[in-house]
């Protein structure tokens, strides 16, 4: 444990600082767009709109963070789900996976603060709430598919693009546009998580704990399943490619690039 957190402490940080950056940009943008008293959201009194250009900028600093110098020194997965799919898939160390967690909760939970001390009434008003995530008119049970269905789509598609030389250098793009479109799209259903420490950052601070179970459940059940499948049929096609070659494993467990 100690020689881990010696050895990549600075990847800790990281994790903590861009979910923290992430979280920051959510409730500032959602400030201008939300906030009754903002010129912004007088000026533009289309909902869907506004909705729109939530997701957008969402889409962008996802890219961002991720295709940042800063984000690229720790991955970066933001997300405690992707971090255990990727232990389970053995590409992160036991001690790594559980600081990257730790962090990401902590990292989280900081934007959340910091927002709230520098933005101050606004942040707390009905209409932003800490953009807490709770299930919408739809109920509880929309709002776990539509998480699930996300995540599994999110991991698929970054797995995809990780295993393929041709696609690798264009998975910030796959993340940002998926991220941009889940806000834009998706937000009516649950509020748009698939992040367990990105609900729980909101919730913590609002004091909100509704269907919580929602966001912790379908994310790691996607995200964990999703990839488990995924390696699993690749490695089924690998072997009946190579038949009992002896390097038909190591084609079949080549090394996953995460975000």
Request: glycine content about 8%.
């Given at each position: 444990m100690?020689?881990?957190?010696?050895?990549?402490?600075?990847k800790y940080l990281v994790e903590a600082g861009a979910l923290g950056c992430f979280m920051i940009s959510a409730i500032m943008i959602v400030v201008l767009m939300e906030y009754p008293g903002s010129p912004v959201h007088a000026a533009l009194p289309n909902g869907t709109i506004r909705l729109y250009i939530i997701g957008a900028e969402l889409g962008v600093t996802a890219y961002l963070l991720v295709a940042s110098p800063w984000?690229?020194?720790?991955?970066?997965?933001?997300?405690?789900?992707?971090?255990?799919?990727?232990?389970?898939?053995?590409?992160i160390g036991f001690w790594d996976a559980m600081f990257y967690m730790i962090f990401q909760f902590i990292g989280g939970f900081a934007g959340v603060?910091?927002?709230?001390?520098?933005?101050g009434a606004p942040v707390r008003h009905p209409s932003v709430g800490f953009v807490v995530t709770v299930p919408g008119q739809y109920g509880v049970l929309a709002a776990f598919l539509a998480e699930l269905?996300?995540?599994?789509?999110l991991m698929t598609s970054v797995l995809a693009f990780g295993q393929s030389k041709r696609l690798q250098s264009w998975t910030p793009h796959l993340v940002g546009l998926l991220i941009g479109l889940y806000c834009a799209f998706e937000a009516p259903f649950s509020g748009m998580s698939i992040n367990p420490a990105r609900t729980f950052a909101s919730a913590l601070s609002a004091h909100q704990w509704t269907s919580l179970w929602v966001y912790f459940v379908a994310p790691i059940l996607g995200m964990v399943g999703s990839?488990?499948?995924?390696?699993?049929?690749?490695?089924?096609?690998?072997g009946r490619a190579d038949g009992d070659s002896a390097d038909s494993e190591d084609q079949a467990s080549a090394r996953v690039t995460s975000l």
């Open positions: 100690l020689e881990a957190l010696r050895r990549n402490w600075v984000g690229k020194r720790s991955g970066p997965h933001m997300n405690p789900a992707f971090t255990l799919s990727f232990l389970l898939l053995g590409e603060q910091l927002s709230y001390a520098v933005i269905g996300m995540s599994v789509l990839s488990q499948i995924f390696y699993y049929v690749r490695k089924s096609r690998a």
